[in-house]
């Protein structure tokens, strides 16, 4: 009987995927399962062919007009030749970061935002977050990722390049103002990575001094963490409220100004895992798929 084939959903800039995503297909195959790696928007791709298609690196799809767009047309093209996870429901409502409004509605602990949309002007929405006593705050675009786009200013200094920056990005669709939080220069952005619902392993990323980029991209020191009670209970309710069902699933989690652990993404599209921060994690995440694949 030939081994399942797992297409993992990469992008032309990373035809090989990320170095941590690297790990899985060793892991894959000592699993018994052959993988391999298709650029999301290459027509050639045959993924009719695949018994499952994992989005891992598909890290280009907000890079311009319409992008995002085209991503979850693929994401529901695909899903309706092979299984696809996460699925394309979870693609499109995770894609643009207006589903942490959505969360936030059902009771999640989220960071505060407020929400730049069309028609409205963002010297309102700022002077709504001078109401709220934030005197530092970060601006970014709603479809985004790796802070790309992000601004962090002071409005009490320069509310006018705030406002310039805002209204740059607001052809793209929704921006969004959040308070900066100083937790996240002092320790930094906790990420708890689950599969099936089941935390595996967890890692704590600290901006390198001066900036607040939790990116390791931007320098950022990340270190393998332990979970606590308090970090569990936060991430597990993330997940209840959210409803869905996730292959994968990346929590990350700051300190509020008021102290509280809360979401400041839930990354369930193409997350990096850190699987080489987990030990065994990568083959925790094949053993998963593979019970995926023989249900």
């Keep these: 009987m030939p081994s399942p084939r797992v297409a993992l ?4 800039t990373l035809p090989a995927l990320d170095d941590d995503s690297r790990l899985l297909p060793p892991a894959l195959e000592r699993a ?4 391999a790696c298709l650029v999301w ?3 050639a791709a045959r993924w009719e062919e695949m018994d499952m298609v994992l989005v891992r690196s598909t890290w280009d799809y907000w890079d311009g007009a319409g992008r995002r767009d085209a991503f979850v047309a693929w994401a529901e093209r695909v899903g309706a030749k ?3 996870w996460n699925g394309p429901d979870v693609i499109r409502w995770n894609t643009n970061k207006s589903y942490l409004r959505d969360l936030e509605a059902r009771g999640a602990a989220v960071v505060p935002t407020l929400w730049l949309g069309p028609g409205e002007r963002a010297a309102d929405v700022l002077a709504r977050g001078v109401e709220e006593g934030w005197s530092e705050v970060v601006i970014k675009p709603a479809v985004s990722a790796g802070s790309e786009g992000a601004l962090r200013i002071d409005l009490t200094r320069d509310r006018a390049s705030a406002e310039a920056h805002a209204d740059a990005l607001a052809p793209r669709g ?3 103002v959040q308070p900066f939080l100083p937790s996240i220069a002092q320790e930094g952005e906790l990420s ?5 619902g089941e935390a595996s392993h967890a890692v704590r990323k600290v901006p390198r001094s001066g900036d607040y980029r939790s990116q390791p991209e931007f ?4 270190e393998r963490a332990e979970v606590t009670d308090e970090a569990r209970r936060a991430a597990e309710s993330v997940l209840t409220i959210a409803g869905r069902s996730f292959l994968y699933a990346r929590v990350d989690l700051v300190r509020g100004l008021d102290g509280a652990l809360r979401l400041i993404e839930l990354e369930v599209t193409e997350p990096c895992l850190y699987l080489g921060w987990g030990e065994g994690a990568a083959d925790r995440f094949a053993a998963v798929i593979a ?3 023989r249900g």
Excluded: H, N, Q, Y
């Design 9 to 12: 959903a990469t992008c032309s």
């Design 32 to 35: 018994g399962i052959s993988s």
């Design 41 to 43: 928007d290459d027509p």
């Design 82 to 84: 092979a299984p696809l």
């Design 174 to 176: 929704e921006v969004m």
């Design 192 to 196: 708890i990575i689950f599969f099936e």
């Design 219 to 222: 320098g950022s020191v990340v």
């Design 291 to 293: 019970r995926r694949l």
